[in-house]
């Protein structure tokens, strides 16, 4: 809708109106931007209390003034200081800077800067920086349980502290638990930062009660992300906690179904026919500088892939270059059978499958036989074997020995398909 004003006088007065809000405007304007160049000149008593008369409603000049009252030993003035946080908090009042600074300057007053935080503390309910303040203080009061409510809504807000609240934490609290329950939110990325700060200080178990809360929770966790605390339990010799981790990530359907649905069958992906994870309880390949390791989609006994090594014929290669761990029990025997194929390989030391307790090979340490084969078929083989009296965990490897002949350059190609190891409790039947 349209006004019309039809009175020459009328129109007069309303463009003198606005022209004095203009230039009241303007001026305001004109005041703040040179507010703000003295201010940003020479940060001093004077330049600031000129800055602040020329923009009064601007927080900004009484809380620097009164950190200068309050910090600056020739400007020192807790009374001026206490007055400029007063202004700036009316200036102000949601902003919680004037109550830290106020807390900050009464710490010796505890009940004074206990109430400044508090005040902080309901402006500010989830600001990361302004619970990091109060969160020290209530740990230089010895009241850990609160330091710990505030530090968690820091780590919640941001990873930037993450570290340094955990050192503090377990300097301030003998009580793991009591860690995991008041200072960890119940959220993927902050579980995971806790998790991984504990794996690398070798506090497996505590490391581990962080997982099975991770494991309860709602939100999904990738293959990737686990991967390494598993390598971290298998190096530190844990292997029953890295293949409960492993098992978590089966149960929560966070596995692709072919490597979670390894069935009877004790190695993951057996048939290769799920791509190669390189992590956890599946198969591992390490990038070997004269020999090819990969999925082969044209050459396999069972739909659609097999495994095949070539390798270049340039060196005695010494290959253990694809590996899986499996979980175990001491004692137990077990039957590793599958089909193996090659084709041009020289030398007089072809591939074979070894396997042995990752801790302690001297235990336990078994091949099979040459596996190179006569022709294009696929060759069945087996081998038999027990674990030693304390071997949890073993390694399934493709391995390749250097030959102690003169004629030792090893070329040609093998391929691997339809792999299994099953207890003998249980025998796996071969396919025909």
């Known amino acids: 809708m349209r006004w019309m004003i039809s009175s020459r006088w009328a129109r007069n007065c309303l463009t003198a109106v606005e022209t004095v809000v203009l230039v009241g405007l303007m001026g305001q304007s004109l005041l703040m931007y040179l507010a703000g160049r003295i201010s940003s000149r020479q940060v001093s008593v004077d330049h600031l209390t000129l800055a602040s008369k020329l923009d009064p409603l601007d927080a900004d000049y009484p809380l620097a003034l009164a950190h200068i009252h309050e910090y600056v030993p020739d400007e020192m003035n807790h009374g001026k200081a206490r007055a400029y946080l ?21 710490l010796l007053n505890t009940a004074v800067a206990e109430a400044s935080l508090r005040r902080a503390d309901y402006l500010a309910p989830t600001k990361p920086e302004v619970h990091w303040t109060i969160g020290n203080f209530m740990l230089l009061r010895g009241n850990t349980h609160e330091a710990f409510r505030h530090f968690r809504i820091v780590v919640a807000g941001t990873s930037h502290y ?6 503090i934490a377990w300097k301030a609290s003998e009580d793991p638990l009591a860690i995991l329950k008041e200072l960890i939110p119940s959220q993927l990325q902050s579980e995971l930062s806790y998790l991984y700060y504990l794996a690398d200080r070798h506090r497996d178990l505590e490391a ?32 029953n906690d890295a293949y409960r981790v492993w098992s978590d990530l089966v149960r929560r359907g966070w596995l692709t179904e072919t490597v979670a649905r390894a069935g009877r069958n004790l190695l993951i992906n057996g048939d290769f026919e799920e791509d190669v994870f390189n992590v956890g309880f599946s198969w591992r390949i390490i990038p070997a500088q004269e020999a090819f390791v990969g999925l082969d989609t044209n050459t396999y006994r069972s739909p659609n892939h097999s495994l095949v090594v070539r390798f270049s014929g340039k060196t005695n290669l010494a290959f253990q270059h694809v590996f899986q761990y499996v979980k175990v029990r001491p004692g137990q025997g077990y039957r590793l059978q599958g089909f193996a194929r090659s084709e041009g390989i020289t030398a007089d ?62 070329a040609g190609r093998f391929w691997l398909d339809d792999l299994s190891l099953q207890a003998d ?3 796996i039947r071969p396919r025909n």
């Open 86 to 106: 007063e202004r700036a908090a009316r200036l102000s009042p949601s902003d919680p800077r004037p109550w830290l600074e106020m807390a900050s300057m009464n």
């Open 162 to 167: 993450n570290n340094t609240i955990f050192d």
């Open 349 to 410: 030391s072809g591939p074979r499958i070894e396997i042995a307790d990752v801790y302690n090979p001297s235990v336990f340490d078994q091949l099979t036989d040459d596996l190179r084969t006569e022709g294009p078929v696929w060759t069945p083989f087996s081998m038999d074997f027990k674990t030693g009296s304390s071997t949890e965990l073993i390694i399934v490897r493709v391995v390749r020995r250097p030959s102690g002949t003169l004629d030792n350059l090893i």
């Open 208 to 239: 581990v009660q962080v997982w099975s809360q991770i494991a309860a929770g709602s939100e999904s966790v990738s293959l990737q992300q686990a991967a390494n605390f598993i390598d971290d339990l298998i190096v530190s010799h844990h292997p």
């Open 425 to 427: 409790a249980d025998p």
